[in-house]
């Protein structure tokens, strides 16, 4: 009997929410279904310094889907040898309960490498696409998860494994 109306309970609730999320979201203008987020990073120490930048922005067509574009630029110096990652990116978020989110991201990355070797310089230019899916728990803001790019290729690809941690942050 207990288990029945703690159901009861939570269908009440969770359809309540349901409702009043679609209602806010009638009403809502452009910008105010538009999330902004992003990553910051910075590393550095002996003969080492890394630093990248990742804006991002979805619109949320409802409580459960949001879609939208990002841009990154990292660049890395490591004695000699010299990075700069830049490229964009779109973004598919669902969420299919508060606190599960799953997405789908398109990259693509132009990759300028360059190390000045006794020698010479020697570079090596390319582009780099990367499809990842991934799933993670959603408290708020933030989501931290998994994903795993399934382009993946030890040959060509800036990444050292199809598997990723992340923590995505959206205001």
């Known amino acids: 009997m207990k288990s ?54 979805v619109y949320n067509f409802n409580p459960y889907f949001a879609l939208g574009p990002g841009l990154s630029y990292s660049y890395v ?23 599960i989110q799953l997405s789908a991201e398109f990259e693509e990355l132009y990759v300028s490498q360059r190390a000045d070797w006794d020698g010479g310089t020697v570079t090596n230019d390319f582009w780099n696409s990367a499809l990842f899916l991934g799933a993670g728990y959603r408290s708020g803001p933030v989501t931290i998860g998994a994903r795993y790019n399934v382009l993946f290729n030890d040959n060509d690809s800036i990444y050292t494994s199809a598997i990723m941690p992340f923590v995505r942050f959206y205001f």
């Not at 309970?9 to 009043?20: E, M, R, S, W």
């Not at 679609?22 to 990553?39: I, M, T």
């Not at 598919?92 to 606190?99: D, F, R, V, Y």
Request: charged share 10%.
């Open 77 to 99: 110096k490591n004695g000699s040898l010299r990075s700069s990652v830049a490229g964009g990116s779109i973004i598919a978020l669902a969420n299919p309960l508060p606190i």
């Open 4 to 57: 029945i109306v703690s159901t009861l309970i939570l269908t009440v609730i969770f359809t309540c929410f349901t409702a009043q999320s679609h209602a806010q979201f009638r009403s809502s203008s452009f910008w105010d279904r538009v999330s902004f987020g992003g990553g910051l990073g910075l590393n550095f120490g002996d003969d080492y310094f890394a630093a990248n930048i990742a804006p991002s922005a």
